[in-house]
């Protein structure tokens, strides 16, 4: 019973420890809160088995026979226990490297969202739709992994676009370079870290001119949002300057029973109701 209060008094007060180191001591250092995150999780395990040798040593429990212990525990991991312990040693390695870090704005597979939690079996994610995902550490170490925000923030998008044929694709590129000025998430020329808007050419397709806006975000995790607004800027300006954005047309031959071939537009079929919207 001694041993049993001893843990107890033990494990309580290591955890008011970390509560503090991690709240107040650690927050007057320039650590990365990564950093201090990591520093309070492996402070909080490693008090943690302290304690339970303090609380089996006050109970008289000879701690040699932790030797035969291990040794089961050996048999028990060669039988089933292999993913637990790649977890437990895999969140020690994202502990201390940290590749990824809470924070960070991640994709694993077609998951994306915020790392809220690294802990040492498990990282929990939060999407943008506020669903908390538990991944096993194993998977972030051995599977390719999408970390947005590692070094920095920003992140860039692209936008494209079709025009139609005979269209003045100088004009095409000044309404597109200003809707990007006019948007103020995206960031513009002559930013320290990344360059501004530009506006490629991409090439000749079959039933437009395609071009792609690039533009670098300063919120990497509203790039969804801000490629819509793009998207609603740039219909709104082609409008107004009377660009069109085609769709595509296609010519649909007839051959008869009796040699003669006659040639139908696609729009020509779609006014006897035989084809519509475009489609052959």
Same mark, same amino acid.
């Given at each position: 019973m001694l041993g049993v209060l001893m843990f &107890? &008094?033990?494990?309580?007060?290591? $955890?008011?420890?970390?509560? $503090?180191?991690?709240?107040?001591w650690l927050n007057h250092t320039p650590m990365h809160p990564g950093t201090r995150e990591a520093v309070a999780t492996m402070f909080g395990y490693v008090t943690f088995m302290l304690a339970g040798l &303090?609380?089996?040593s006050i109970a008289?429990?000879?701690l040699t026979n932790l030797a035969i212990m291990a040794g089961a525990l050996g048999v028990g991991i060669g039988f089933g226990l292999q993913n637990i312990v790649n977890n437990f040693i895999s969140g020690i390695i994202l502990l201390f490297e940290r590749p990824i870090r809470p924070g960070d704005f991640i994709t694993v597979g077609e998951t994306s969202g915020f790392v809220r939690k690294v802990s040492i079996r498990s990282t929990e994610m939060e999407t943008l739709d506020r669903m908390s995902v538990i991944v096993p550490n194993s998977d972030?170490?051995?599977t390719?992994?999408?970390?947005?925000t590692l070094r920095d923030p920003f992140g860039r998008i692209n936008v494209s676009v079709g025009v139609a044929y005979g269209s003045d694709t100088q004009k095409v590129k000044e309404i597109l370079l200003d809707v990007a000025k006019n948007n103020t998430d995206v960031v513009q020329a002559g930013h320290v870290f990344v360059p501004g808007p530009n506006v490629l050419f991409k090439g000749f397709g079959e039933s437009s001119l395609d071009f792609e806006l690039r533009v670098f975000i300063r919120q990497i995790e509203k790039r969804w949002i801000i490629q819509s607004d793009l998207n609603f800027s740039i219909d709104a300006a082609f409008r107004q300057h009377g660009i069109t954005i085609p769709f595509p047309q296609r010519d649909l031959w007839l051959r008869g029973k009796h040699e003669d071939t006659e040639t139908l537009s696609a729009a020509d079929l779609a006014s006897q109701g035989n084809v519509s919207n475009g489609e052959e």
């Open positions: &107890a &008094a033990l494990i309580t007060i290591t $955890r008011w420890l970390k509560q $503090r180191l991690h709240v107040h &303090a609380g089996l008289g429990f000879d972030l170490l051995t390719h992994v999408n970390n947005w």
